[in-house]
């Protein structure tokens, strides 16, 4: 048993909410007992987990994906000692005691890259926000071409100039002004060569720029170099830190506008394999594979388009990011009906409409299957609906 390494016996409860199902309740109380037991090895992360429960409604919900990625970075095995369930006032009560090994070398590391990795995600969704103010900067700096200045170091160490590289950062993260955020992420990765956030904010600030002029309907050869630029600072990234997560989406990224599919959703994969809570990975996944499967579509490449879907829907995600895959699955159920194979249609416009009850196009769509099978009735139900919805075709083929 290494020196960084604990094992802790750990206890805890957790009252079942009207929200949770029994398999939910039960991962929650285990949740508990590890961070006790992160906790109980002397580690107090207040400051890094979000444990809140919100009622709305009379159901109570947990928000605690930052806490269970810090848990599966601190812990590297979990034996169950003890599991039982009681009642308390008609709730029933769940009580799991454990025998835990915490890392904690590995948990110092996974705060460390959580923090930054919360920086860099917040300057992300900066860059989205604020997109009138930008798209006036980009004019000018069409007009005048960023250059890039040389940087004075200043005797006095490697540690001086690190400090003044974070400084020059945190200046970078906050400016609105994309020249100087561009001029002052630069400056901090001259001062700090082994430094990987300035790459990543320099980066995905390229990317703006691609975005923004990609918008106002400019010729890729305008935005080309901010491209070459933003692929460069990523690439670098990954050989200074092959677990960026964010370094890998800006690298997706960067492919995506490139159209280069398989190394796009490869990246994307990549970020999933280090972090499943990505979302925005997830998010730029399902685009590209659905993309991607669309453009063979139309080729009559059927068999190809259905093994891209097939990574897709095949992977192991949870129900709740079936809603972002609905286009997925309509493509796939055109497919089917071009495969003469309607029972999976059928099934995937099922889903379609699962998730999104108003999508009148899936309702006609699946009223027409239906009705080739001389289910009569569950056509009319559909076209009833989507008549309703406003659909004109619906209802012309009403009775």
Not at 196 to 222: E, K, W
């Amino acid at each position: 048993m290494g020196a960084s390494t604990k094992i802790v016996i750990a206890d805890s409860q957790y009252v079942m909410a009207d929200g949770d199902t029994l398999a939910a309740a039960e991962e929650k109380v285990l949740q508990r007992a590890q961070r006790k037991a992160v906790e109980e090895a002397g580690i107090y992360l207040e400051a890094t987990f979000h444990d809140v429960e919100k009622e709305s409604g009379g159901k109570s919900t947990q928000a605690s994906s930052l806490e269970i990625r810090t848990i599966a970075a601190a812990i590297t095995e979990t034996e169950i000692l003890e599991s039982r369930r009681s009642f308390e006032r008609d709730r029933p009560v769940f009580f799991v005691r454990i025998r835990a090994t915490v890392n904690i070398s590995s948990l110092a590391e996974a705060i460390r890259r959580l923090q930054s990795d919360q920086q860099l995600a917040q300057h992300f969704r900066q860059l989205q926000q604020e997109n009138h103010q930008l798209r006036s900067q980009l004019q000018e700096l069409q007009q005048q071409p960023i250059g890039v200045r040389m940087l004075a170091i200043e005797p006095g160490g490697k540690s001086a100039a690190q400090q003044r590289a974070r400084m020059l950062l945190e200046t970078a993260l906050h400016t609105h002004n994309l020249r100087d955020k561009i001029q002052l992420s630069t400056d901090a990765a001259i001062l700090d060569d082994r430094y990987v956030d300035p790459l990543i904010v320099r980066g995905q600030t390229y990317l703006r720029l691609v975005s923004l002029a990609f918008s106002q309907q400019a010729q890729p050869s305008d935005y080309s170099d901010h491209l070459d630029k933003a692929r460069i600072d990523f690439d670098r990234a990954i050989t200074l830190d092959d677990k960026n997560v964010w370094a890998w989406v800006g690298k997706g990224d960067t492919f995506t506008w490139l159209k280069q599919w398989d190394e796009a959703t490869a990246a994307y994969e990549q970020v999933l394999d280090l972090d499943p809570f990505t979302d925005i990975a997830r998010q730029r996944l399902i685009g590209a594979y659905t993309t991607q499967a669309r453009r063979q579509a139309e080729t009559k490449s059927w068999q190809q388009a259905l093994a891209t879907l097939k990574k897709l829907m095949n992977a192991q995600t949870p129900e709740s990011w079936i809603p972002y895959q609905k286009e997925a699955y309509a493509l796939r159920s055109e497919i089917y009906v071009k495969l003469n194979q309607p029972e999976q249609a059928i099934e995937d416009l099922s889903t379609v409409i699962r998730v999104d009850p108003t999508n009148a196009t899936a309702l006609v769509n699946r009223a027409k299957l239906y009705r080739e099978r001389l289910q009569g009735r569950l056509a009319k139900d559909d076209l009833e609906r989507a008549c309703v919805l406003g659909s004109n075709p619906a209802c012309e083929q009403l009775p």
